[in-house]
């Protein structure tokens, strides 16, 4: 089993920046990839960010060239770093972690965006 908490989340004005965590504990060797996740009130939860267990990554067009994934192995962590913030990126985010057809998800963190 793995547990995953977030945190980093908060009210930004536009063009700015936040930082999300979020760490992971648990069978964390049996993760395939990790992710992040994002659902707006009313709209589908849609991917974010992904990094695989080989280091690449993927990036939703709408955050291609402001948002990165990235990993550190040595504290079971994950980060989404976070420029240029924009109104529509306002939703809650939530970390995922994939193993073979088995995902994990953390409880969310907030993100506004004003205004």
């Known amino acids: 089993q793995v547990q995953l908490v977030e945190s980093g989340g908060g009210l930004v004005q536009p063009g700015g920046s936040l930082r999300l965590s979020c760490a992971a504990s648990g069978n964390i060797f049996s993760i395939i990839d990790m992710g992040w996740y994002r659902q707006a009130p009313g709209k589908q939860r849609e991917l974010v960010a992904v990094?695989?267990?080989?280091?690449?990554?993927n990036y939703a067009n709408s955050v291609k060239g402001r948002f990165t994934i990235s990993r550190d192995n040595a504290k079971s962590t994950v980060y989404l770093q976070m420029n240029n913030l924009k109104p529509e990126d306002t939703a809650v985010y939530y970390c995922?972690?994939?193993?073979?057809?088995?995902?994990?998800w953390g409880q969310g963190t907030q993100v506004t965006v004003s205004s």
């Open positions: 995922n972690a994939r193993r073979t057809q088995l995902n994990y």
């Open positions: 990094i695989t267990s080989g280091g690449s990554t």
